[in-house]
């Protein structure tokens, strides 16, 4: 899987269920709940897997740490579930990202609000719920020692973690692709992004990260754009795609065309936007107008890909090579004749635009 972080942490949801954890909600570590990893392996039959790895939870819910424990002290409690949700690996974080695909944000509440949907992936797999040939199992008659000692101090109004002794906490240094990740996140330019490593190396933050580094960020990238003729533009499509690690298919990208009283732009949008949106194409130079359009899709290679492309009124006009600015006819769709002024208020259907004919019905130039 890609080295970019998950859309939610891992450590959000419940190890044992999968269900999102509220932030004001308590959470139990597994490392340090002996009990109820041990009635987890009592009511399961397998023990608590994956602890060491980043893409699994390492927390319970209150909820499951309830009812395990309690069915663990002979309770009449039980799980919904015979079967636990179980975690694996996930390839991507696209179609094979638990924490990626559930979104705990459109949770709404009251009676009728819609729960959040859990899916059923290859690397995180749905519980099981009870049957007739996946009963309730029976829990243990005799406890372990550790679990008596740690009974006997149990409280029942009270659902915090009893610990002997307190966890020092884990000092933890930023390699280079989370400092990476950190400088893309905030948007920092080179020389803030060069200030705050300087800053985190001094705080000893920092593993093995090369500050400079920043200086040269963009080499990796630069090789793929030309600037010509005041117009900076991508020169190898195929090969930024392959760099940036995404599938370069037309047919599952639009292209967007617009400009500014700065610049104009060309930009490439993902029809899903599962993919961030890529500008190939950049000029403070030119114009919105049909000579420049037309120079830049010359350059990017329109024809080889032939994306759809999407714009303004203003730049579906030049792309039909209509005349600019308050004219006859201004539609390119059908004949509506902005000067009749006494028809506007009368007349509902115009002849439709049968023919784009240079000269004829303000078309100034071929259609691109």
């Given amino acids: 899987m890609s080295s970019r972080k998950c859309k939610y942490d891992a450590d959000a949801f419940c190890f044992i269920c999968g269900q999102f954890i509220k932030v004001r909600d308590v959470k139990y570590e597994l490392k340090t709940s002996h009990v109820l990893c041990e009635a987890y ?29 309690g069915w663990y002290r002979g309770e009449k409690r039980s799980m919904k579930f015979a079967i636990p949700r ?40 749905a519980p099981i719920a009870h049957d007739l040939t996946r009963p309730v199992p029976e829990p243990p008659k005799k406890l372990s020692q550790k679990s008596s000692s740690s009974f006997s101090s149990y409280k029942s109004n009270s659902d915090k973690e009893f610990l002997t002794t307190p966890e020092q906490p884990k000092h933890y240094l930023i390699t280079s692709e989370d400092f990476n990740d950190l400088i893309r996140d905030l948007n920092l330019p080179k020389n803030k992004a060069e200030l705050l490593g300087s800053r985190l ?18 080499e990796m990238f630069a090789t793929f754009f030309t600037k010509e003729d005041g117009l900076c533009f991508c020169n190898d499509i195929k090969g930024m795609f392959e760099a940036i690690g995404i599938p370069c298919v037309p047919s599952e990208w639009r292209l967007f065309i617009d400009s500014s009283t700065k610049s104009l732009k060309a930009v490439l949008l993902h029809n899903r936007n599962k993919f961030p949106s890529l500008p190939i194409a950049h000029s403070v130079h030119l114009k919105e107008n049909y000579e420049s359009v037309k120079i830049l899709l ?19 006009g030049f792309l039909m090579g209509l005349q600019g600015g308050y004219t006859k006819y201004p539609c390119y769709l059908c004949l509506w004749d902005s000067r009749a002024d006494s028809k506007h208020y009368i007349q509902r259907s115009w002849p439709v635009r049968t023919e784009l004919c240079v000269g004829k019905q303000n078309v100034k130039f071929e259609p691109i």
């Fill in 298 to 316: 010359e350059c990017v290679k329109y024809r080889e890909y032939n994306w759809e492309l999407i714009g303004d009124f203003k730049m579906v």
């Fill in 86 to 125: 179980i975690w694996r690996e996930p390839k991507d974080h696209i179609t094979d990202c638990y924490f990626c695909m559930v979104n705990p944000s459109k949770r709404r509440r009251g009676k009728n609000a819609k729960s959040i949907e859990y899916p059923d992936l290859e690397s995180s797999s």
């Fill in 41 to 69: 392996e009592a009511y399961f039959d397998c023990p608590v897997r994956n602890q060491d790895k980043p893409w699994a939870p390492h927390v319970a819910c209150s909820y499951c740490k309830r009812c395990l424990e």
């Fill in 201 to 218: 190396k001094q705080w000893n933050l920092l593993d093995d990260v090369k500050i400079t580094d920043q200086r040269t960020r963009h």
